[in-house]
């Protein structure tokens, strides 16, 4: 089932974490970087410590690698389930990709084919740490620069399939549909709308770097237009979600990033017309 949704979130960053102490900023959640607080003690965890006394927060990792064909990394989930208890995480999420093979990481978030078996395989993996963490595990939508000639669906159709299979709830990515939807010559839009709306319980929001006939999800740049109009389809269609905004280069004093965070509140609630039907304190659980 969907949890109730947390408002509207910023990424926590280590150039914030004095700031948001000073001065306590109107956010209602901050989502953290799983890797970064996998160390025992030092300043991330001081300073996470310190702001989680303060505000709600969701654990997002980069190296779970679900679609790897290696065996699931144990010691690495037992890490992520003391961290979530920890700060209380209300949902750990990651990504629908691979990473590496045979113990080497990419470090890159690498797309899977998209057919049936990939589908079985990933949804099992996903049960097993579902069930490992005791805490809701979020799939999100990756961006693309490839396409496999084995797959035998679109991407939101497989995306589907995985979330149905493994009985999952899913991390909408706004900005990466709209990046894989310029490289990949589809409508962003029937993406938006194929996808299982119940099983919708976060959206991201970034910015890309533009080189013409491609586009990179770099989370870099302030959030562009067509990504605006988009999260408005996207409030349009799936009612109230919990988003947030990720930066993760470039990234300017926290002031102005709560310029992007207020016109986050503002697109939805021009579309919802009310912007309390997202305050934690009157969400009911779906």
Known sequence: ????????????????????????????????????????????????????????????????????????????????????????????????????????????????????????????????????LERPLLIENVSSYISYTQSTMTEWEFLSAVAEEADCLLLLDINNIYVSSVNHEFDPLEYLKAVPKERIQQHHLAGHSDYGDYIIDTHDHDIVDSVWNLYAESVKHFGPVSAMIERDDNIPDLAVLLQEYEQMKQVSASVLGDASSVNTEEAENV
Not at 32 to 61: Q, T, W
Not at 75 to 94: C, G, M, P
């Open 1 to 132: 089932m969907k949890l109730a949704p947390l408002g509207f979130g910023l990424g926590l960053r280590k150039e914030h974490y004095q700031a948001i102490l000073d001065t306590s900023p109107a956010v209602d959640w901050f989502e953290v970087l799983s890797e970064n607080y996998l160390v025992p003690g030092g300043k991330p965890l001081y300073f996470l410590d310190a702001i989680n006394e303060r505000y709600p927060m969701v654990m997002h990792g980069v190296s779970l690698s679900i679609g790897n064909s290696d065996p699931l990394n144990f010691d690495y989930l037992q890490q992520l389930k003391t961290l979530s208890e920890r700060i209380n995480a209300h949902w750990i999420s990651d990504h629908l990709c691979w990473s590496g093979l045979d113990g080497v990481n990419t470090h890159d978030l690498l797309p899977l084919p998209y057919t049936d078996e990939a589908v079985m395989h990933v949804a099992t993996r996903i049960k097993q740490v579902q069930e490992f």
